[in-house]
C-alpha cells in the first residue's frame, strides 16, 4: 500500500482527481443565474432552432440597431446544455470549464519548473481556485471561455518559449476564429499576444514570427456573422465606459474596498515576493525576463482597474510566480504529516460540499423579480414593460410574447445608447426634464421597480397615473392607471413551483407558436435603413 501511494502515476492521477472536486466544489457554490443568461438561451434557440443567428432584436419596444452578439458562439452551447440536461447541465458545463482553466494552468507550471520545484502544490492551487471564482456569484457565463483560451495561449507561448517551438504559431489563427465567435474578451488573447510580442523584442530574442502572428489573429475577428462592422462594433464595446456594472468598478471604490480579499492578499504577496526576489538577486535590466514583467504588470492593472479583469492576474501571476512563492517559504519547516493532512482535509472538505449542495434549480427573490413577473403572466397583463436593464433579459424570456421590454443587459449590443442614460435619470430621479422622459416619450405600461429606489417607489405610489398592482418584498408592479384593474390574482407562493418552471419560456422559433427569424432580421435590417 505504502509503495502504491509513493508511486509517481498514482501520486498524478489523485492529484487531478482532488483538482477537479476542488474545482466542482468552489464553481457550485454561485447562487444565481447571470442576468445575460436568459438573453443568451434565447439566441441560442433561435440558432439551434432555425440555424440562423438573430441580427435584430425582437423583445424591445424602443429603437434598436443591428443586434452584433460577440457571444452568439457560448449562447448555442449554453442552450445545447439546459436544452438537454436542464440547471443540471449549465451548472456541469461551469465545472469542466474551470476544471479545464486549471488543468491547463498545472501544465503551464509543470513546463516552466519541472525541473526546479515540485508543481503539484494544492494548497496553492486551493487558494488559487479561491481567488479566480471572485468575479463567479451566477451560474456559468461566456467569460469563462474566454479564461480558458486565455490560459491555452498562455501555455501556448511559454511552450514556445521554452522549446523554441514557433510552428505552434499556426494554431493560433484557428484559435482566434473559435475565440472570437464566443466572446467578446478575445481581445485579452490578442493582448496577451502583443505583450509576449513586445517582451520578447525587449529580451533580444526571436520575435518576428510572434509578430507576423500578432498582425495575423486580429484579421481572424473579421470572420463572423456580422461582418466588418462586427470589428468595429468590438472596438467601440471594449472602450465604452460601463459606470452602471458593478463588475466594470475598479477593485478599490467605496462599494468594493472590503470585497475580494483573497485576491487582494494573494496578489500583494505575489508583488511582494517577486519584489524581493529582484531586489535581493540584483537582477540586471539585461538579464530581466522583460515579457514576465509586462505580462504581470498590466494584468494586475487591469484587475485592479476592473473587477472583471482579476481572474487574469490570477492566471499569470501563479504561472509566473509559483517557483518564487514555493522558495519564499522553503526555509519554514512543515512538519512531514502536514501536506499529507493537507490532502486529507481538501478531500474532506470538497466531497462535504459536494454532497451538501441543493441542486434544485436556483431562484433567487433578491436578484430577480420572480414573484412580480409571475404576477404579470399569471394575469395576461399585456402591454410595454419598464425593467432595470440587469433583469430585462429575464422578464422578456418569461414573458414574451405577453410584455416587450424597454432594454435588458445587453445594452452596447442591441440599444441607441440614451437609452441607458435615461433610465439611469428616471430611476435616480435627476437629470431634470430628462427624469420622466421615459415615460412621456416611450410610454411604458407597467414597471417592475425595486423597492430600493425609495423616492421613486413613494412617487409612482401616490400617483394618479399609476397603481401599484402588486407589492413585494425587494419588487414592487405598478400598472398604469388607464389599464388597471382591480381584483388581479396573487401569484404563486410555492417555492417548488419556481424552481420547477424558471427555465421554462414561451418563446419558440419552432412549430405553431414559432418566431420567424427570417423575418425580423428583414423588419430590422429595413427600419434600420429608413
Known amino acids: 500500500m505504502i509503495k502504491l501511494f509513493q508511486n509517481k502515476t498514482f501520486q498524478t492521477i489523485g492529484f487531478y482527481i482532488l483538482l477537479f472536486l476542488l474545482c466542482a466544489s468552489v464553481a457550485i457554490k454561485s447562487a444565481n443565474y447571470d442576468y445575460d443568461l436568459w438573453a443568451r438561451l434565447i439566441a441560442g434557440m433561435a440558432i439551434v432552432q432555425t440555424g440562423h443567428i438573430l441580427k435584430y432584436d425582437f423583445l424591445s419596444y424602443t429603437p434598436t440597431h443591428e443586434w452584433y452578439d460577440h457571444e452568439w458562439g457560448s449562447s448555442v452551447i449554453f442552450y445545447l446544455f439546459k436544452e438537454h440536461f436542464g440547471h443540471l447541465g449549465l451548472m456541469f458545463l461551469q465545472v469542466i470549464l474551470i476544471f479545464l482553466t486549471m488543468f ?151 462599494y468594493n474596498y472590503k470585497m475580494f480579499m483573497t485576491f487582494k492578499v494573494m496578489a500583494l504577496l505575489y508583488v511582494i515576493v517577486e519584489f524581493l526576489k529582484v531586489k535581493n538577486s540584483n537582477i540586471s535590466y539585461k538579464s530581466l525576463d522583460k515579457t514576465k514583467f509586462i505580462v504581470l504588470l498590466v494584468t494586475l492593472f487591469m484587475a485592479i482597474k476592473h473587477v472583471k479583469m482579476m481572474p487574469f492576474f490570477v492566471l499569470t501571476g501563479t504561472v509566473f510566480c509559483y517557483e518564487d512563492f514555493l522558495n519564499a517559504f522553503k526555509n519554514f519547516n512543515f512538519p512531514k504529516w502536514s501536506m499529507p ?20 434549480p436556483l431562484v433567487n427573490y433578491n436578484a430577480y423579480p420572480v414573484m412580480e413577473v409571475e404576477f404579470l403572466r399569471k394575469n395576461h397583463i399585456e402591454g410595454k414593460l419598464l425593467t432595470n436593464f440587469g433583469i430585462g433579459s429575464f422578464a422578456a424570456y418569461k414573458l414574451y410574447p405577453q410584455n416587450t421590454i424597454y432594454m435588458d443587459g445587453r445594452y452596447e449590443e442591441v440599444y441607441n445608447d440614451d437609452l441607458l442614460y435615461y433610465l439611469d435619470a428616471f430611476f435616480a430621479l435627476k437629470g431634470g ?98
Not at 504559431?169 to 484557428?174: A, C, K, Q, T, Y
Not at 490532502?343 to 460540499?353: D, K, M, Q
Open 104 to 254: 491547463v494552468l498545472v501544465k503551464a507550471i509543470k513546463l516552466r519548473y519541472q525541473n526546479t520545484c515540485g508543481y503539484k502544490n494544492v494548497l496553492i492551487y486551493f487558494l488559487v481556485l479561491n481567488c479566480f471564482m471572485v468575479t463567479y456569484s451566477s451560474l456559468v457565463r461566456c467569460h469563462s471561455f474566454t479564461f480558458l483560451f486565455f490560459m491555452i495561449e498562455l501555455y501556448m507561448l511559454e511552450y514556445i518559449r521554452k522549446n523554441n517551438s514557433y510552428k505552434l504559431l499556426l494554431l493560433f489563427p484557428f484559435m482566434f476564429l473559435i475565440w472570437g465567435n464566443m466572446h467578446g474578451g478575445v481581445v485579452s488573447g490578442l493582448g496577451l499576444l502583443a505583450m509576449y510580442t513586445l517582451g520578447e523584442a525587449l529580451n533580444k530574442k526571436p520575435f518576428k514570427y510572434l509578430l507576423i502572428t500578432s498582425l495575423v489573429c486580429p484579421l481572424m475577428l473579421f470572420i463572423n456573422p456580422y461582418g466588418p462592422d462586427f470589428v468595429t462594433f468590438l472596438i467601440k464595446a471594449v472602450s465604452m465606459k460601463r459606470v452602471h456594472v458593478v463588475e466594470w468598478w475598479h477593485i478599490f471604490t467605496k
Open 341 to 360: 493532512s493537507l490532502i486529507v482535509f481538501l478531500t474532506c472538505y470538497s466531497i462535504l460540499a459536494i454532497s451538501i449542495k441543493d441542486y434544485r
Open 433 to 530: 426634464d430628462n427624469a420622466f422622459y421615459i415615460l412621456e416619450n416611450y410610454k411604458p405600461d407597467i414597471i417592475i421597480l425595486e423597492t430600493g429606489y425609495k423616492r421613486l417607489y413613494n412617487l409612482l405610489s401616490k400617483s394618479d397615473d399609476w397603481r401599484l398592482a402588486f407589492d413585494g418584498i425587494n419588487y414592487g408592479v405598478f400598472i398604469n392607471a388607464k389599464i388597471y384593474r382591480k381584483n388581479y390574482s396573487p401569484p404563486s407562493g410555492d417555492l417548488k413551483y419556481y424552481k420547477k418552471t424558471i427555465l421554462n419560456t414561451d418563446i419558440t422559433f419552432k412549430g405553431p407558436n414559432a418566431i420567424n427569424v427570417d423575418e425580423i432580421n428583414k423588419r430590422g435590417k429595413q427600419q434600420h435603413k429608413d
